[in-house]
Protein backbone atom coordinates (compact mmCIF):
# COMPACT_ATOMS: atom_id res chain seq x y z
CA UNK A 1 0.00 0.00 0.00
CA UNK A 2 1.26 3.54 -0.78
CA UNK A 3 2.27 5.53 1.84
CA UNK A 4 -0.16 8.64 2.96
CA UNK A 5 -0.79 11.65 4.56
CA UNK A 6 -4.07 13.24 5.87
CA UNK A 7 -4.61 16.57 3.96
CA UNK A 8 -7.83 18.69 5.42
CA UNK A 9 -9.11 15.43 6.47
CA UNK A 10 -8.73 13.22 3.28
CA UNK A 11 -6.13 10.72 3.16
CA UNK A 12 -3.17 12.12 0.10
CA UNK A 13 -0.82 9.72 -1.17
CA UNK A 14 2.74 10.36 -1.81
CA UNK A 15 6.11 8.58 -3.26
CA UNK A 16 8.72 9.16 -1.13
CA UNK A 17 11.09 12.69 -1.96
CA UNK A 18 7.53 14.22 -2.41
CA UNK A 19 6.56 17.55 -0.77
CA UNK A 20 3.54 18.20 1.02
CA UNK A 21 3.07 20.44 -1.74
CA UNK A 22 3.46 17.94 -4.98
CA UNK A 23 1.59 15.07 -3.55
CA UNK A 24 -1.48 17.00 -2.54
CA UNK A 25 -1.48 18.56 -6.33
CA UNK A 26 -0.75 15.65 -7.81
CA UNK A 27 -4.01 14.24 -5.52
CA UNK A 28 -5.61 17.47 -6.98
CA UNK A 29 -5.58 19.25 -3.77
CA UNK A 30 -4.73 23.22 -4.58
CA UNK A 31 -2.42 24.91 -2.71
CA UNK A 32 -1.22 28.54 -2.95
CA UNK A 33 1.77 29.91 -4.12
CA UNK A 34 3.39 32.57 -5.55
CA UNK A 35 7.17 31.42 -5.49
CA UNK A 36 6.95 27.86 -6.48
CA UNK A 37 6.93 26.46 -10.17
CA UNK A 38 6.76 22.85 -10.89
CA UNK A 39 10.02 23.31 -12.92
CA UNK A 40 12.47 24.12 -10.35
CA UNK A 41 13.58 22.96 -6.76
CA UNK A 42 11.60 24.90 -4.14
CA UNK A 43 12.54 28.44 -3.57
CA UNK A 44 10.34 28.58 0.07
CA UNK A 45 10.27 32.77 0.29
CA UNK A 46 6.52 33.68 -0.32
CA UNK A 47 5.33 31.66 2.41
CA UNK A 48 1.83 31.77 0.23
CA UNK A 49 1.85 27.63 0.64
CA UNK A 50 2.08 27.96 4.90
CA UNK A 51 0.25 25.27 6.28
CA UNK A 52 -0.28 23.58 9.75
CA UNK A 53 1.47 20.68 10.25
CA UNK A 54 0.77 18.88 13.89
CA UNK A 55 0.36 22.77 14.87
CA UNK A 56 3.59 24.07 13.22
CA UNK A 57 3.50 26.32 10.20
CA UNK A 58 5.66 25.00 7.63
CA UNK A 59 6.18 25.56 3.86
CA UNK A 60 4.25 23.12 2.33
CA UNK A 61 6.83 23.52 -0.96
CA UNK A 62 9.66 22.68 1.05
CA UNK A 63 8.29 20.41 3.15
CA UNK A 64 8.66 16.43 2.70
CA UNK A 65 5.57 14.55 2.85
CA UNK A 66 5.70 11.88 6.09
CA UNK A 67 3.57 9.28 6.39
CA UNK A 68 0.45 9.96 8.91
CA UNK A 69 1.32 13.40 9.13
CA UNK A 70 -2.39 15.50 9.46
CA UNK A 71 -1.90 18.51 7.32
CA UNK A 72 -4.31 21.82 7.66
CA UNK A 73 -4.41 23.84 4.65
CA UNK A 74 -8.02 25.27 3.33
CA UNK A 75 -8.70 26.81 6.96
CA UNK A 76 -9.98 30.38 7.93
CA UNK A 77 -7.08 30.50 10.16
CA UNK A 78 -4.51 29.98 7.60
CA UNK A 79 -6.25 31.60 4.85
CA UNK A 80 -6.30 34.59 7.40
CA UNK A 81 -2.57 34.22 7.52
CA UNK A 82 -2.30 34.21 3.85
CA UNK A 83 -4.09 36.99 3.30
CA UNK A 84 -2.02 38.73 5.49
CA UNK A 85 0.90 38.01 3.48
CA UNK A 86 -0.85 39.18 0.31
CA UNK A 87 -1.48 42.66 2.39
CA UNK A 88 2.35 42.65 3.11
CA UNK A 89 3.64 42.36 -0.57
CA UNK A 90 1.04 44.64 -1.70
CA UNK A 91 2.15 47.34 0.32
CA UNK A 92 5.68 46.78 -0.32
CA UNK A 93 5.33 47.65 -3.53
CA UNK A 94 3.72 49.80 -5.78
CA UNK A 95 0.79 47.88 -7.02
CA UNK A 96 -1.44 50.42 -8.87
CA UNK A 97 -3.81 47.30 -10.47
CA UNK A 98 -5.49 49.81 -12.48
CA UNK A 99 -2.37 50.70 -14.17
CA UNK A 100 -0.59 47.55 -14.79
CA UNK A 101 -0.41 45.28 -18.02
CA UNK A 102 -0.54 42.16 -15.72
CA UNK A 103 -4.04 42.90 -14.34
CA UNK A 104 -6.41 39.98 -14.92
CA UNK A 105 -2.94 37.85 -15.96
CA UNK A 106 -1.18 38.62 -12.50
CA UNK A 107 -0.57 35.46 -9.45
CA UNK A 108 -0.52 38.06 -7.03
CA UNK A 109 -3.82 39.72 -7.43
CA UNK A 110 -5.45 36.51 -8.65
CA UNK A 111 -4.66 35.22 -5.03
CA UNK A 112 -5.83 38.13 -3.53
CA UNK A 113 -9.37 37.92 -5.12
CA UNK A 114 -9.47 33.97 -4.03
CA UNK A 115 -8.69 34.63 -0.81
CA UNK A 116 -10.52 37.74 -0.67
CA UNK A 117 -8.53 40.46 -0.09
CA UNK A 118 -10.62 43.78 -0.56
CA UNK A 119 -8.16 45.83 1.25
CA UNK A 120 -4.06 46.15 1.42
CA UNK A 121 -4.38 47.07 5.25
CA UNK A 122 -0.99 48.13 5.87
CA UNK A 123 0.46 51.38 5.88
CA UNK A 124 1.79 51.89 2.56
CA UNK A 125 5.64 52.14 1.53
CA UNK A 126 5.51 53.63 -1.42
CA UNK A 127 8.48 53.03 -2.30
CA UNK A 128 11.04 54.52 -5.34
CA UNK A 129 11.99 51.93 -7.90
CA UNK A 130 12.44 53.64 -11.42
CA UNK A 131 11.71 51.65 -14.22
CA UNK A 132 14.21 50.32 -16.88
CA UNK A 133 12.33 50.22 -20.54
CA UNK A 134 16.26 50.14 -22.28
CA UNK A 135 15.55 47.13 -23.50
CA UNK A 136 14.01 46.67 -27.07
CA UNK A 137 11.49 43.85 -26.43
CA UNK A 138 11.31 44.03 -22.75
CA UNK A 139 10.24 46.13 -19.62
CA UNK A 140 11.20 46.25 -16.46
CA UNK A 141 9.02 47.75 -13.65
CA UNK A 142 10.39 46.67 -10.52
CA UNK A 143 7.76 48.61 -8.65
CA UNK A 144 6.00 44.80 -8.64
CA UNK A 145 8.89 42.59 -7.75
CA UNK A 146 7.97 39.93 -5.00
CA UNK A 147 11.15 38.42 -4.91
CA UNK A 148 10.25 35.11 -6.18
CA UNK A 149 13.40 34.40 -8.28
CA UNK A 150 11.56 32.62 -10.46
CA UNK A 151 13.01 34.90 -13.19
CA UNK A 152 16.82 34.24 -11.53
CA UNK A 153 16.58 30.36 -11.53
CA UNK A 154 15.00 30.34 -15.02
CA UNK A 155 17.83 32.27 -16.50
CA UNK A 156 20.38 30.77 -14.86
CA UNK A 157 19.27 26.72 -14.93
CA UNK A 158 17.39 27.11 -18.44
CA UNK A 159 18.09 30.05 -20.68
CA UNK A 160 21.89 29.57 -19.56
CA UNK A 161 22.09 33.48 -19.17
CA UNK A 162 22.22 34.92 -15.84
CA UNK A 163 20.70 37.73 -16.47
CA UNK A 164 19.12 38.82 -12.98
CA UNK A 165 19.56 38.34 -9.53
CA UNK A 166 18.04 39.72 -6.11
CA UNK A 167 20.67 42.07 -4.02
CA UNK A 168 20.74 43.52 -0.74
CA UNK A 169 18.30 42.64 2.41
CA UNK A 170 15.46 43.13 4.35
CA UNK A 171 13.95 46.63 3.06
CA UNK A 172 16.54 47.47 0.38
CA UNK A 173 16.13 44.23 -1.16
CA UNK A 174 15.34 44.43 -4.99
CA UNK A 175 16.01 42.84 -8.24
CA UNK A 176 19.36 43.33 -10.05
CA UNK A 177 19.71 42.97 -13.50
CA UNK A 178 23.80 41.59 -14.42
CA UNK A 179 25.34 43.72 -16.69
CA UNK A 180 27.49 46.56 -15.37
CA UNK A 181 25.64 49.35 -16.31
CA UNK A 182 22.93 47.50 -14.61
CA UNK A 183 20.55 48.04 -17.37
CA UNK A 184 18.51 45.30 -19.31
CA UNK A 185 19.58 46.98 -22.85
CA UNK A 186 23.13 45.38 -21.84
CA UNK A 187 22.53 41.76 -21.35
CA UNK A 188 21.96 39.29 -23.09
CA UNK A 189 18.08 38.75 -22.19
CA UNK A 190 15.80 37.86 -25.66
CA UNK A 191 11.97 37.97 -25.63
CA UNK A 192 11.10 34.38 -25.88
CA UNK A 193 13.43 33.43 -23.06
CA UNK A 194 12.08 31.90 -20.23
CA UNK A 195 13.09 34.40 -17.83
CA UNK A 196 11.19 36.79 -19.85
CA UNK A 197 8.21 34.85 -19.68
CA UNK A 198 7.76 33.51 -16.05
CA UNK A 199 7.46 36.63 -14.04
CA UNK A 200 3.89 35.83 -11.84
CA UNK A 201 3.36 39.58 -11.77
CA UNK A 202 3.74 42.83 -13.72
CA UNK A 203 7.11 43.47 -13.28
CA UNK A 204 8.99 41.81 -17.05
CA UNK A 205 6.54 42.77 -19.27
CA UNK A 206 6.92 42.64 -23.06
CA UNK A 207 6.67 45.53 -24.80
CA UNK A 208 3.75 46.49 -27.37
CA UNK A 209 1.70 43.60 -26.37
CA UNK A 210 0.21 45.88 -23.18
CA UNK A 211 -3.83 45.59 -23.14
CA UNK A 212 -4.00 43.46 -26.09
CA UNK A 213 -6.36 42.06 -24.58
CA UNK A 214 -9.34 43.83 -23.00
CA UNK A 215 -10.21 43.61 -19.37
CA UNK A 216 -12.62 41.10 -18.22
CA UNK A 217 -11.32 38.41 -20.71
CA UNK A 218 -8.18 37.49 -18.96
CA UNK A 219 -6.86 34.95 -17.56
CA UNK A 220 -8.24 35.30 -14.12
CA UNK A 221 -11.10 37.15 -14.99
CA UNK A 222 -12.36 33.58 -16.73
CA UNK A 223 -11.35 31.61 -13.91
CA UNK A 224 -10.10 31.53 -10.29
CA UNK A 225 -6.69 30.70 -9.89
CA UNK A 226 -7.13 27.56 -7.52
CA UNK A 227 -8.96 26.76 -10.81
CA UNK A 228 -6.42 27.56 -13.38
CA UNK A 229 -3.36 26.36 -11.65
CA UNK A 230 -4.80 23.00 -11.62
CA UNK A 231 -5.84 22.27 -15.12
CA UNK A 232 -2.17 24.54 -16.33
CA UNK A 233 0.21 23.06 -13.94
CA UNK A 234 1.66 26.27 -12.80
CA UNK B 1 -65.84 51.57 7.06
CA UNK B 2 -63.82 49.03 8.99
CA UNK B 3 -60.90 50.12 11.21
CA UNK B 4 -57.09 49.54 9.35
CA UNK B 5 -55.56 47.02 11.15
CA UNK B 6 -52.51 47.18 13.76
CA UNK B 7 -50.43 45.63 10.63
CA UNK B 8 -51.50 49.00 8.24
CA UNK B 9 -51.12 51.34 11.52
CA UNK B 10 -47.58 50.59 11.73
CA UNK B 11 -45.45 53.32 10.62
CA UNK B 12 -42.64 52.68 7.85
CA UNK B 13 -39.48 51.52 8.99
CA UNK B 14 -36.99 54.68 9.41
CA UNK B 15 -34.95 54.90 5.76
CA UNK B 16 -31.74 54.49 5.16
CA UNK B 17 -29.27 57.46 5.58
CA UNK B 18 -26.61 57.54 3.17
CA UNK B 19 -23.99 60.16 2.52
CA UNK B 20 -21.60 59.94 -0.38
CA UNK B 21 -18.15 62.34 -1.15
CA UNK B 22 -15.56 62.21 -3.26
CA UNK B 23 -11.85 63.09 -2.22
CA UNK B 24 -8.58 62.54 -4.59
CA UNK B 25 -10.96 60.58 -7.26
CA UNK B 26 -11.98 61.21 -10.82
CA UNK B 27 -15.73 60.39 -9.79
CA UNK B 28 -15.83 57.33 -11.93
CA UNK B 29 -16.91 55.82 -8.82
CA UNK B 30 -20.17 58.01 -8.40
CA UNK B 31 -20.49 57.38 -12.26
CA UNK B 32 -20.36 53.48 -11.36
CA UNK B 33 -23.31 54.00 -8.89
CA UNK B 34 -25.34 55.76 -11.34
CA UNK B 35 -24.52 52.67 -13.09
CA UNK B 36 -26.83 50.41 -10.97
CA UNK B 37 -29.74 51.72 -13.68
CA UNK B 38 -33.36 51.92 -12.73
CA UNK B 39 -32.22 49.51 -9.76
CA UNK B 40 -31.67 52.95 -8.09
CA UNK B 41 -35.70 53.22 -7.87
CA UNK B 42 -35.02 50.77 -5.58
CA UNK B 43 -32.39 51.75 -3.44
CA UNK B 44 -34.21 55.63 -3.23
CA UNK B 45 -37.27 53.13 -1.94
CA UNK B 46 -34.73 51.90 1.29
CA UNK B 47 -32.47 55.09 1.44
CA UNK B 48 -32.25 58.77 1.84
CA UNK B 49 -29.05 60.54 0.48
CA UNK B 50 -27.93 62.89 3.00
CA UNK B 51 -24.60 64.97 1.73
CA UNK B 52 -23.11 63.69 -1.58
CA UNK B 53 -22.81 65.36 -5.15
CA UNK B 54 -26.12 63.71 -6.09
CA UNK B 55 -27.65 66.23 -3.78
CA UNK B 56 -25.48 68.98 -3.48
CA UNK B 57 -25.75 68.80 0.41
CA UNK B 58 -22.34 70.46 1.47
CA UNK B 59 -22.17 69.33 4.90
CA UNK B 60 -23.49 65.64 6.67
CA UNK B 61 -25.73 65.23 9.33
CA UNK B 62 -26.15 61.69 11.09
CA UNK B 63 -25.73 58.65 8.31
CA UNK B 64 -25.94 54.93 8.79
CA UNK B 65 -23.86 54.43 5.26
CA UNK B 66 -20.96 56.74 3.73
CA UNK B 67 -19.45 55.93 0.68
CA UNK B 68 -16.33 57.31 0.09
CA UNK B 69 -14.22 57.65 -3.32
CA UNK B 70 -10.99 58.91 -3.65
CA UNK B 71 -7.78 59.21 -1.45
CA UNK B 72 -6.69 61.61 0.86
CA UNK B 73 -4.24 64.43 -1.01
CA UNK B 74 -5.05 67.81 0.67
CA UNK B 75 -6.21 69.06 4.17
CA UNK B 76 -9.74 69.96 3.10
CA UNK B 77 -9.75 65.81 2.04
CA UNK B 78 -9.05 65.33 5.25
CA UNK B 79 -11.61 67.54 6.95
CA UNK B 80 -14.35 65.91 4.53
CA UNK B 81 -13.30 62.08 5.65
CA UNK B 82 -13.16 63.11 9.50
CA UNK B 83 -16.79 64.80 9.03
CA UNK B 84 -17.62 61.70 7.61
CA UNK B 85 -16.49 59.50 10.23
CA UNK B 86 -17.98 61.31 13.15
CA UNK B 87 -21.13 60.88 11.12
CA UNK B 88 -21.19 58.07 9.30
CA UNK B 89 -22.02 54.68 11.92
CA UNK B 90 -20.80 52.30 8.56
CA UNK B 91 -17.83 53.81 6.62
CA UNK B 92 -17.24 52.03 3.33
CA UNK B 93 -14.28 53.16 0.72
CA UNK B 94 -15.25 52.39 -2.52
CA UNK B 95 -12.58 51.94 -5.37
CA UNK B 96 -8.76 51.83 -5.87
CA UNK B 97 -8.02 55.63 -4.73
CA UNK B 98 -9.68 55.57 -1.25
CA UNK B 99 -8.04 51.15 -1.03
CA UNK B 100 -4.68 52.17 -1.91
CA UNK B 101 -4.51 56.31 -2.94
CA UNK B 102 -4.87 55.09 -6.72
CA UNK B 103 -3.61 57.43 -10.00
CA UNK B 104 -2.89 60.13 -7.50
CA UNK B 105 -0.72 58.44 -5.23
CA UNK B 106 1.73 57.42 -7.92
CA UNK B 107 3.72 61.04 -6.94
CA UNK B 108 4.35 59.50 -4.02
CA UNK B 109 7.74 58.67 -4.40
CA UNK B 110 8.66 62.14 -6.13
CA UNK B 111 9.21 65.30 -4.01
CA UNK B 112 5.76 67.32 -3.85
CA UNK B 113 7.31 70.94 -4.27
CA UNK B 114 9.23 69.54 -7.24
CA UNK B 115 5.90 68.65 -9.03
CA UNK B 116 4.43 71.71 -8.59
CA UNK B 117 7.53 73.36 -10.01
CA UNK B 118 7.33 70.94 -13.12
CA UNK B 119 4.05 71.11 -13.63
CA UNK B 120 3.70 75.54 -13.09
CA UNK B 121 6.58 76.36 -13.26
CA UNK B 122 8.74 74.87 -15.97
CA UNK B 123 6.41 73.61 -18.73
CA UNK B 124 6.00 75.46 -22.02
CA UNK B 125 3.92 78.13 -22.28
CA UNK B 126 4.00 78.70 -18.63
CA UNK B 127 6.57 81.55 -18.12
CA UNK B 128 6.06 83.67 -15.30
CA UNK B 129 3.59 81.16 -13.92
CA UNK B 130 4.07 80.33 -10.70
CA UNK B 131 2.68 77.82 -8.00
CA UNK B 132 -0.93 79.26 -7.35
CA UNK B 133 -1.07 79.72 -3.69
CA UNK B 134 -4.55 81.18 -3.17
CA UNK B 135 -5.64 80.86 0.56
CA UNK B 136 -8.80 79.52 -0.48
CA UNK B 137 -6.74 76.48 -2.40
CA UNK B 138 -6.40 73.23 0.18
CA UNK B 139 -2.54 72.64 0.85
CA UNK B 140 -1.11 69.42 -0.68
CA UNK B 141 -0.24 66.89 1.64
CA UNK B 142 3.28 65.34 0.80
CA UNK B 143 2.05 61.82 0.14
CA UNK B 144 -1.50 60.72 -1.34
CA UNK B 145 -2.99 57.87 1.38
CA UNK B 146 -5.49 55.99 1.42
CA UNK B 147 -8.34 56.79 3.65
CA UNK B 148 -8.18 54.04 6.43
CA UNK B 149 -4.26 55.31 7.00
CA UNK B 150 -6.56 58.43 8.17
CA UNK B 151 -9.82 57.17 9.73
CA UNK B 152 -11.04 53.74 10.82
CA UNK B 153 -12.60 52.56 7.86
CA UNK B 154 -15.53 49.55 8.11
CA UNK B 155 -15.35 47.71 4.76
CA UNK B 156 -13.32 47.89 1.48
CA UNK B 157 -15.08 47.64 -1.69
CA UNK B 158 -12.62 46.88 -4.61
CA UNK B 159 -12.52 48.18 -8.40
CA UNK B 160 -11.36 50.90 -10.69
CA UNK B 161 -14.41 51.87 -10.72
CA UNK B 162 -16.32 48.90 -8.91
CA UNK B 163 -18.52 47.64 -11.41
CA UNK B 164 -22.52 49.15 -10.92
CA UNK B 165 -23.19 45.35 -10.37
CA UNK B 166 -20.64 44.65 -7.49
CA UNK B 167 -21.84 48.60 -5.97
CA UNK B 168 -25.53 46.73 -6.41
CA UNK B 169 -24.49 43.76 -4.76
CA UNK B 170 -22.26 45.63 -2.03
CA UNK B 171 -25.37 47.70 -1.22
CA UNK B 172 -28.18 45.70 -1.08
CA UNK B 173 -26.33 43.78 1.27
CA UNK B 174 -25.26 46.44 3.52
CA UNK B 175 -28.71 47.74 3.40
CA UNK B 176 -30.36 44.12 4.40
CA UNK B 177 -28.11 44.53 7.34
CA UNK B 178 -25.52 41.60 5.76
CA UNK B 179 -22.16 41.74 6.01
CA UNK B 180 -21.36 42.64 1.89
CA UNK B 181 -19.44 40.02 0.58
CA UNK B 182 -18.62 40.40 -3.32
CA UNK B 183 -18.85 36.90 -5.55
CA UNK B 184 -15.69 36.40 -7.38
CA UNK B 185 -16.70 37.82 -10.82
CA UNK B 186 -17.41 40.95 -8.91
CA UNK B 187 -13.96 40.93 -7.41
CA UNK B 188 -11.84 43.29 -9.47
CA UNK B 189 -8.56 45.74 -8.88
CA UNK B 190 -9.05 47.46 -11.86
S1 LIG C 1 1.66 43.15 -10.49
FE1 LIG C 1 -0.37 42.30 -10.09
S2 LIG C 1 -0.91 43.03 -8.08
FE2 LIG C 1 0.79 44.30 -8.80
S3 LIG C 1 -0.14 46.05 -9.83
FE3 LIG C 1 0.16 44.51 -11.40
S4 LIG C 1 -1.78 43.38 -11.46
FE4 LIG C 1 -1.75 44.50 -9.53
S1 LIG D 1 10.97 40.07 -11.43
FE1 LIG D 1 9.18 38.77 -11.30
S2 LIG D 1 10.00 36.71 -11.50
FE2 LIG D 1 11.72 38.02 -10.97
S3 LIG D 1 11.87 37.96 -8.75
FE3 LIG D 1 10.62 39.73 -9.25
S4 LIG D 1 8.53 38.97 -9.18
FE4 LIG D 1 9.85 37.17 -9.29
S1 LIG E 1 5.32 28.67 -2.66
FE1 LIG E 1 6.12 27.86 -0.82
S2 LIG E 1 7.11 29.55 0.06
FE2 LIG E 1 6.43 30.35 -1.87
Redesign the interface.
Known amino acids: MKRQFLFDGRPVPFDEGQTILQAARAAGHYIPHLCWHPDFPPHGSCKLCTVKVGGRHVSSCAFPAREGMEVESDTPEINAERRALLQML ?1 VEG ?7 EK ?2 NCQL ?1 AL ?3 L ?1 M ?4 F ?2 F ?4 PVDASHPDVLLDFNRCIFCELCVRASREVDGKNVFALGGRGLGKHLVVNAETGRLADTTLAADDLAANICPVGVILKKRVGFAVP ?1 GERTY ?1 AE ?1 IHVHAMERDT | MTEPSAQEKRPEPARLRIATASLAGCFGCHMSLLDIDERIFELAAKVEFDRSPLTDIKHCGPCDIGLIEGGVCNAENVHVLREFRRNCKTLVAVGACAINGGLPAQRNHLDVGACLQEVYCYREGLDGAGVPDDPELPLLLDKVRPIHEVVRVDYFLPGCPPSGDAIWKFLSDLVAGRTPRLPYALMHFD
Open positions: FNHFCPGCSGQAYDETTPRPHYPDRIDP
